[in-house]
């Protein structure tokens, strides 16, 4: 078996779009209050995503 590399060129263009520019982190009294409101709807995903976010905020290294 041979592996062959698929060029996937679209992938490329969202790849290098995406690392032109930087994200900005988000607030962490902004992420805080977005979570309090998700909590008093009950919105379990929301919570969720706000908490992955809040550790983002806080967090030094931005990265994988």
Known sequence: MS???VRRPTEEAA???ASRR???????PAVLADMTTAHRMQDREGI???ACRAVRATSLE???
């Open 48 to 50: 969720l995503l706000l």
């Open 15 to 17: 790849v290098a779009a």
């Open 62 to 64: 931005v990265g994988e």
């Open 22 to 28: 930087a994200r900005p982190t988000p607030s962490l």
């Open 3 to 5: 592996a062959m590399k």
